[in-house]
């Protein structure tokens, strides 16, 4: 089971930036999804989560209003549309699996992490 994220990059602060994140060995359309980051010298922290269907989503209050999360279950694919980003985004950007019943925004409860991809925000 591997969860490969892609499309980081260097962006100019206020651009938008769409990253991917694609499963493999197995299929998740039946869990739900979550984007989560890490910046340097900080605690991993939760960004966004969908439900099994996409039919309901979650943010954190920093992101909410700027950041989009989408799925493909067709293609076992998860997205996060970053729009109108800061320097305070830059982190890497990992996804996972939401396999427990914690609340949608606790690292506990995820699982088969990604090994993320990196977004920077330049001012």
């Known amino acids: 089971v591997q969860l490969q994220a892609s499309g980081g990059g260097l962006v100019q602060a206020g651009g938008s930036l769409r990253i991917s994140c694609a499963a493999s060995?197995?299929?998740?359309?039946?869990?739900?999804m979550g984007w989560f980051r890490q910046a340097p010298g900080k605690e991993r922290e939760f960004v966004a989560a969908?439900?099994?269907?996409?039919?309901?989503?979650y943010y954190a209050d920093s992101v909410k209003g700027r950041f989009t999360i989408s799925r493909d279950n067709a293609k076992n694919t998860v997205f996060l549309q970053m729009n109108s980003l800061k320097p305070e985004d830059t982190a890497v950007y990992y996804c996972?699996?939401?396999?427990?019943?914690?609340?949608?925004?606790?690292?506990?409860?995820?699982?088969?992490w990604g090994q993320g991809t990196l977004v920077t925000v330049s001012s």
């Open positions: 060995g197995r299929t998740f359309s039946s869990y739900a």
């Open positions: 969908i439900s099994w269907n996409g039919g309901s989503t």
């Open positions: 996972a699996v939401r396999l427990g019943s914690e609340s949608y925004s606790s690292l506990i409860g995820y699982h088969f």
